[in-house]
């Protein structure tokens, strides 16, 4: 069981701070891949919340592969996430303060494939046209690394 299921446990639904990290996964084309989840409804980045003894690293390539079935061949750190702007509710009501590292991966390998526990559905994006509905963390993350490339 996880760190955070575990904490939940003994803590509910109350506002904890929540490190993790995602990855921003660019194909050949410059494309990003997003996942479609099942807790939100709302397209998002590869991503989870850190382990114990984990490195954000680690957690961003453990993510990767968990949910997308690429392992990474390297990582370049894009930025560090966290502040009021990175409040989320999640549906089923726990509230977190997301403290996240993104990456930027261009280099993997593997079969895309998702996990049907998290997702419904995988799929790379052009930036001029992504989904409507990203979900809410994922959108600030997004939003920077749009300024940086235009």
Excluded at 3 to 11: G, T, V
Excluded at 108 to 122: K, N, Q
Aim: glycine share 8%; aromatic share 10%; charged share 20%.
């Amino acid at each position: 069981m996880s760190y955070i299921m575990n904490l939940r446990k003994k803590i509910g639904t109350t506002p904890i701070i929540m490190v993790g990290a995602c990855v921003i996964i660019l194909n050949e084309q410059r494309q990003l891949l997003m996942q479609l989840r099942k807790d939100n409804g709302c397209w998002g980045l590869a991503g989870g919340s850190m382990e114990l003894g984990e490195t954000l690293e680690e957690v961003a390539i453990r993510e990767m592969y968990e949910e997308t079935g690429l392992t990474a061949h390297s990582l370049q750190q894009f930025g560090i996430f966290s502040g009021k702007e990175l409040y989320y509710q999640y549906p089923h009501g726990d509230e977190v303060y997301i403290v996240a590292t993104t990456y930027i991966c261009d280099d993997y390998s593997g079969t895309l494939r998702f996990d049907s526990d998290e997702a419904i559905d995988l799929k790379f994006f052009p930036f001029s046209a992504l989904p409507e509905k990203i979900s809410p963390p994922d959108q600030i993350v997004i939003q920077k690394y749009l300024e940086t490339i235009n």
